[in-house]
């Protein structure tokens, strides 16, 4: 399972120089948030016409099961969108209060460089680069 948010190993870091995370790196995480949850509903739109496509095929034996996974997914995107943030392995943890842009980005930097979230990443990953 991801660990991680996305991929932001310390090699990575130290080429965004010496402002770090913290930098041009984190105003435009915040630009890019920003945009996604101003223009929340056209991107649900767009991930729902995936969801409902005709042309998917779905197995008849397990089409319930992908149908309830599915909107679980979506569910969890929305929540993200709206600063929710969730832990896919513990749905205890969820808090109904939503974060702000920079907190939001800021908790996935945070995520992103923990050691302890990186040395647990599957091994052909290879984190340490």
């Known amino acids: 399972p991801e660990r991680v948010p996305f991929r932001l190993t310390q090699n990575i870091v130290d080429g965004f120089g010496v402002t770090g995370c913290s930098g041009h790196f984190q105003k435009s995480c915040e630009g890019v948030l920003s945009v996604l ?3 929340k509903d056209i991107l649900m739109n767009v991930l729902y016409s995936f969801l409902h496509d005709p042309l998917v095929e779905w197995k008849e034996s397990s089409a319930e099961k992908r ?15 709206r600063g929710i943030l969730t832990d896919p392995r513990d749905r205890r943890q969820e808090s109904d209060l939503p974060l702000s842009i920079s907190g939001q980005v800021h908790q996935l930097i945070e ?9 647990r990443m599957y091994i052909g990953w290879m984190p340490w680069l």
């Open 67 to 81: 149908q309830q996974k599915a909107n679980t997914i979506m569910g969890d995107i929305e929540k993200r969108l």
């Open 111 to 119: 995520d992103a460089t923990n050691e302890e979230n990186l040395c």
């Open 37 to 39: 949850r101003t223009n």
